[in-house]
């Protein structure tokens, strides 16, 4: 069993930068690959980006490619993400997943973490 937690999530203006965390619970954490995805109001859950269980692999929506960078510090069980040149339409929750594989698909997770929302004024 994986637990997550995500933190990092505000109010930002366009152009700005936040730093998303997620921690997760347990010693298999390192083992898993971790995503991220988000959802704004009124639309369907969307991939964002995803990295391995040993940080080697990354994947990105093409939205984000540029812009965000995905990492992860086994060593205290965190994934990170950096959002830079943030637009309004990043505005949304952002949840993070973990998962056996690297995946743009959140069937592939088998955990979820309960969200942080991320708003981007204009």
């Known amino acids: 069993q994986v637990q997550l937690v995500e933190s990092g999530g505000g109010l930002v203006q366009a152009g700005g930068s936040l730093r998303l965390s997620c921690a997760g619970s347990g010693r298999t954490f390192s083992g898993y690959a971790v995503g991220w995805f988000r959802q704004a109001p009124g639309k369907e859950r969307e991939f964002v980006a995803s990295?391995?269980?040993?940080?080697?692999?990354?994947l990105y929506a093409d939205s984000v490619k540029g812009r965000f960078t995905i990492s992860r510090l086994n060593l205290i069980n965190t994934v990170y993400l950096q959002m830079n040149s943030l637009k309004p339409e990043d505005t949304a929750v952002y949840s993070c997943?973990?998962?056996?594989?690297?995946?743009?698909?959140?069937?592939?997770?088998?955990?979820w973490g309960q969200g942080t929302q991320v708003a981007v004024s204009s």
């Open positions: 997943a973990a998962g056996r594989i690297t995946s743009t698909y959140g069937a592939n997770y088998n955990y």
């Open positions: 990295i391995s269980a040993s940080g080697s692999n990354t």
